[in-house]
């Protein structure tokens, strides 16, 4: 017989790697979960645990983590609402976390402006081809050629790739110093918390507690 009471089963959080991972950390130490294992900067250990609170926390990948959350490998995890934009994965959203924040825009040299304003078939490199195809078919009603890239999207309209990118902006400073500017605003972007949909049933008061915990934190 399975005698593993809820309160023993580990929940497990998928974060986002990098600048979101980090705040995602002190925050959850804010409210007493920890992972004292993590700190260990050398450490190429993928998850970690903390075998008294029954908490595994693992990184990934940023858009991965709605992939691990759908799949209820992870029961909870922590990304930026352009991943979960982008990624479209049948999750719950259930916090804004306040931290992340950034903007997701149109950016470009200031001569696109007139492309855009004239809709023009124009070329959109972009880290989210969804996202831009579906600002620019479904809302502006323009045909564009969309060009993916992985990172370092600023290059598209420096090398002559694209007209322009649709990428986050959070200090625009890789835009200033790339002779480009934003064009137009698609939608703010902040950390969001998502949850499994099976997990937030079978699992409804720890997470409601640590929701709670949370939101007190703000
Ligand atoms: C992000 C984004 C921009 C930059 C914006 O890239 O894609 O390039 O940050 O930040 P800023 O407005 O403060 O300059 P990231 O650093 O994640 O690297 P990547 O381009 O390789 O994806």
Redesign the pocket.
Known sequence: MDNVTNEERYLTFALGK??LASKTLELLEKIGITCEEMKDKDSRKLIFVNEEQKIKIFLAKGPDVPTYVEYGAADIGVVGSDTIMEENRRVYEVLDLGFGN?RMCVCGPAESKELLRHREMIRVAS?YPKIAKDYFYNQKHQTVDIIKL?????LGPIVGLSDVIV?????????RENGLEVLEEICPVSARMIVNQVSLKMEADRIKKLLQALKEKE
């Open positions: 990098g600048r950034c880290k992985n990172g370092s999207v600023e990428d986050i902006v959070e200090t625009g400073s890789t835009l």
